[in-house]
């Protein structure tokens, strides 16, 4: 018997070589080992983004870029969070397991407060709503980022009350802390982000994708351009890269162009993938994969309605 897996996904915009080798590729390299489950967490999303066409666009766009990035969805169960509404009501269960000012604790909420952003309902009890999408599926661990690591500890601590509020009825999840390659660097040698902008787009055209590398900022020293280096290491070895290094001394030119077209060596088999796919082939995706979410969500609900007594 496989081993359950289970990661939710935001999305807020077009990938970059970061997300890629951060978040995409570690996923990819590790789903069949277990029965995986994908989810799209747009009533997460909804928290924070309240442009219709943008929340529809993103949906699409994310099922797209882990399709081509090589997730097939035969093998893991890809759905959406608002198709199940088994989310929203396990979610208010395990609301009333909880205190406010446990809820005040978490870095999603407090970050938002400290930055004087608004903060809504709905941010203040997303915690409990990711319990609801892990505890669900009886998950048996839980691949995401070090940012998300305390929201795994909100999900435990849920789970532990509820268990011995009503008796063992829900599963504790283990946090496993993607092993991504650390912090990819953007163009300027900062953290790449889309909010730096600074990225390196994975499915942009090979043009865009140029503009961006040849846009790296190097030292002028002479020595190793470190910030071309640092990228071109993800795609391959010290020992392939640094006899090319060194015959370039100082040629930044060259050396961005050799990392140009080894991106394009990697991305365009992904690029051709992801525009054979189409709006109607994700809503085929997604329709399947909700089915097949809810024959598993809809047993652990009946389970947990049954255990505070809501069944009569
Ligand atoms: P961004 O910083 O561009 O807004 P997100 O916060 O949406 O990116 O991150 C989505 C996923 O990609 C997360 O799992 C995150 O850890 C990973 N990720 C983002 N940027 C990088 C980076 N520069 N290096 C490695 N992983 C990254
Ligand atoms: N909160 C996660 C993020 O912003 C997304 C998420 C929602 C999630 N539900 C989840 C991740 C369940 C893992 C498991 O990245």
Known sequence: MKKRLLTGLQSSGDLHIGNYFGALKPFV?????????LMIADYHALTSLRDPQAMHRNTINVVKDYLAAGVDPEKAVIFRQSDNQDHTELGWVLNCMVTVPFLMQAHSYKDKVAKGKEANAGLFT???L???????????IVPVGEDQRQHLEYTREAVGKFNRTYGETLKEPETAILDGVGVVPGTDGAKMSKSYGNTVPLFGTPKEIEKAVMGIVT????????????IHRLLKSADELDPLYEAHKGRYGDLKKALVADLEELIAPMRKKRDQISDDDVKAVLQDGVARAKEVSNQTLARVRDAVGITL
């Open 130 to 140: 990711q319990a609801a999408d892990i505890t669900l599926y009886n998950v048996d």
């Open 126 to 128: 997303y915690p409990m």
């Open 29 to 37: 390299d590790m789903y069949e080992d277990y029965e995986s489950f």
């Open 219 to 230: 030292d002028s020293d002479g020595d190793r351009p470190e910030n071309v280096y640092a």
